[in-house]
């Protein structure tokens, strides 16, 4: 009779099926989504920007599958330690009630501080409050963004273990267990950029090509001699790309500089050479002086040496304030090296960012060099952002700029910018990494607003002044790989005048977090995020300290700026 119910109950067609909620845990591991929980909580949390539905939406599915991961492998390095042979066991229902029970408590409270601190930051950025429907559409979004990186998760998990099974045949399991997961992580990589990475490419500079053919309905060939692309220009108009073509068309003219200056003016001299002229970066740079010196750039009292983002894109309050301050005897110069947007390029173009950047100071800087001494303009370099980056390229240190130019003013930095890197890591003990001092201002101040350029009170030698204008709570200053795992010495020290003290360091989140406020990062109001203007033309003035110019100028000139 025993044997007979044993038998029955071994029988697969009367085992009775798993509850419906069973078989949906069972896709899941229990210390996988603990931990997906903790990470979406503390997503919540603020960071340098405010943050809308989409992108909170982002961060927050993404910390959720991260702490998922990070769930699963601890579990599975805890039995790996332990030399468990056999799973965990399932957690029963309880467990699974308890963790429903405490997310449905944790998360509406925490949201409730997430209002609280988007609050806060939007009122320090004198932004717009969220209306309360972006509440639930970042909910949406949230679980609309961990479904699909667990759906790619796991089918990658899958293929892992079809593998791993495949293996066991002819090897033990540890081993068959560590080859099949180096295995489809080298087909990972292999795809990713031996296939997805190249045709993507393909396909974004494509793109990106026809925009740059672009021209917008403020730009216009020029009829003036000293402009690129008009009349005896040794490049065409078409060449210049939309950003060159914006670039050559605009700023302020004659009667624009005599108006507001009250004299008779020269009409500011701008060269550049787009991708247009072709791909080899020296020989557009030996272009581009070329264009300058033809234009009669180098008869004029200032010569400025460009560094643009990818797509040549330039600031216009950093080229306009230069122009009004010295009533148009000024040339600026500049080159295209990419058809991708800034953060495309930073990502994929900074080698070509270097180069461009070297290569056309190199060949402006002989020129002036080869000038007698007499004559010899003033030079100046400048770059905002990845321009930033090209900009610094051409220089090993501080006193290198100090010593090759006239003066340099770099604007929001990037974490890869070499020189701003070593300086900020040796700066002066007691000042703060998000606006350092360095060898206590002798060449070089780092700015947030105006009044930090007389920080330190100390002497700041004249003509070789550098300036590096950066915000505490600017993105593409401070994101770095490194915040996954190390706290920055930004969050281990006071905090910058616009950055909410209740900013906290998390592992993977806090990385996260300032991936997606590098996506809004100008979209906030001037003097705050990767938004830069107002300070611009004061840094100029303390850099160049143009002949007659007074702060007061500096308030007259501010209106008629803008970045773009």
């Known amino acids: 009779m025993e044997t007979t119910d044993t038998a029955v109950d071994s029988n697969p067609e009367t085992t009775p099926s798993p509850p419906w909620w069973r078989r949906q845990l069972n896709r899941y591991a229990y210390s996988g989504m603990a931990v997906a929980v903790v990470l979406l909580l503390l997503s919540l949390t603020p960071s340098l920007l405010p943050r809308g539905p989409l992108f909170q939406g982002v961060v927050s599915g993404g910390s959720a599958a991260v702490g998922y991961a990070l769930g699963v492998f601890g579990a599975w390095l805890a039995g790996f330690m332990m030399s468990r042979t056999e799973p965990w066991p399932s957690p029963n229902r309880g467990w699974w009630i308890g963790l429903g029970a405490a997310s449905a408590v944790c998360i ?191 008869d004029r009292a200032v010569v400025a040496v460009a560094s ?83 900009g610094e390229s051409a220089f090993g240190t501080i006193p290198d700029v100090a010593a090759r130019t006239d003066g340099a003013l770099f604007v929001g930095p990037t974490f890869n910018n070499t020189l701003w890197d070593d300086t900020s890591g040796n700066r002066d003990p007691g000042s703060p990494e998000w606006l350092p001092v360095y060898e206590n201002g002798e060449n070089v101040r780092f700015i947030a607003e105006e009044s930090d350029l007389r920080r330190p009170d100390a002497p700041w030698e004249e003509n070789r002044r550098v300036v590096y204008l950066q915000h505490a709570s600017d993105p593409i200053a401070w994101w770095s790989p490194n915040l996954i795992l190390q706290k920055p010495d930004w969050l281990r020290e006071d905090r910058g005048r616009d950055v909410l003290s209740s900013m906290q360091w998390i592992p993977f989140v806090t990385f996260l977090q300032v991936s997606a406020d590098m996506a809004v990062a100008t979209g906030v109001p001037d003097g705050h995020g990767h938004n830069y203007l107002s300070a611009i033309p004061y840094a100029w003035s303390a850099i160049l300290q143009p002949p007659g110019w007074t702060d007061q100028r500096t308030e007259e000139l501010l209106p008629l700026l803008t970045r773009d």
């Open 308 to 390: 643009t983002t990818g797509t040549g894109w330039i600031n216009r309050a950093t080229v306009d304030s230069l122009e009004y301050m010295y009533n148009g005897d000024t040339a600026t110069v500049s080159m295209q090296y990419s058809y991708l947007p800034s953060w495309l390029s930073f990502l994929v173009d900074q080698e070509r960012a270097r180069q461009a950047g070297q290569a056309l100071f190199e060949a402006v800087s002989k020129r002036v060099q080869d000038m007698p001494e007499a004559e010899q303009p003033k030079l100046v370099v400048f770059g905002e952002s990845l321009g930033s980056f090209g």
């Open 108 to 298: 509406p409270l925490m949201f409730y501080w997430f209002s609280v601190w988007q609050s806060e930051v939007r009122d320090l950025m004198a932004v717009e409050h969220l209306r309360w429907t972006a509440y639930p559409t970042s909910v949406v979004i949230t679980i609309v963004v961990f479904v699909i990186l667990m759906t790619i998760g796991q089918a990658w998990g899958a293929l892992v273990r079809l593998l791993v099974r495949r293996l066991n045949r002819i090897a033990p399991p540890r081993i068959s267990a560590f080859v099949g997961a180096a295995v489809v992580v080298a087909i990972t990589v292999v795809v990713l950029n031996g296939v997805v990475a190249r045709y993507s490419m393909e396909w974004l500079n494509s793109t990106f090509a026809a925009v740059n053919d672009e021209t917008t309905a403020d730009s216009s060939p020029p009829t003036s001699t000293v402009r690129s692309g008009g009349p005896g220009s040794f490049v065409s108009w078409g060449s210049l790309g939309k950003q060159g073509r914006i670039f050559v068309s605009n700023g302020p003219d004659q009667n624009a500089l005599e108006d507001f200056n009250g004299a008779p003016a020269m009409e500011p001299v701008r060269a550049f050479v787009g991708l247009g002229s072709g791909d080899n970066l020296r020989a557009n740079a030996e272009l581009a002086a070329r264009e300058l010196e033809r234009a009669g750039g180098l």
